[in-house]
């Protein structure tokens, strides 16, 4: 399990996690600060920095273009999930009601209803909307 940091020039602060629990903790610690918290989860990487989700793969690009758009003072966690861990239908990002995942790849704000799906990850325009439209 490990997280990262890096900061845009824009301020938006892009953390990436593996693991449930590293990523409660990041998003609970983050709700305190009151800028806008959004969350990538997708289908984790191999050695060669491919994803087993293909739809993730297609979202990829979308929203890392999207981020450079996003608000200013706000966050963006990438959580990468393994596919056994994603497999099991008892995973704790399908069962948690602030995640409740069905598909991946899943963008959402978070403690927010706005959150895209799937294959809807892929579309800028939605990406976009999501990034800039408030509560």
């Known amino acids: 399990?490990?997280?990262?940091?890096?900061?845009?020039?824009?301020?938006?602060?892009?953390?990436?996690v593996t693991g449930y629990e590293e990523f409660t903790k990041l998003a609970e610690s983050l709700e305190s600060t009151g800028e806008p918290v959004h969350i990538l989860f997708t289908g984790s990487k191999d050695e060669n920095g491919e994803s087993w989700c293909p739809y993730c793969v297609k979202a990829a690009p979308v929203v890392t273009k999207a981020l450079e758009s996003a608000p200013e003072k706000s966050h963006f966690i990438t959580v990468e999930i393994e596919?056994?861990?994603?497999?099991?239908?008892n995973c704790p990002y399908r069962k948690d009601p602030r995640t409740h995942l069905v598909f991946l790849?899943?963008?959402l704000r978070w403690r927010s209803p706005q959150r895209l799906d799937g294959s809807q990850c892929a579309n800028a325009d939605l990406v976009d909307m999501l990034f800039q439209d408030e509560d």
């Open 1 to 16: 399990m490990r997280a990262s940091l890096v900061r845009f020039a824009k301020m938006v602060v892009k953390h990436k």
């Open 83 to 89: 596919r056994p861990f994603w497999k099991d239908l």
């Open 105 to 107: 790849p899943t963008l």
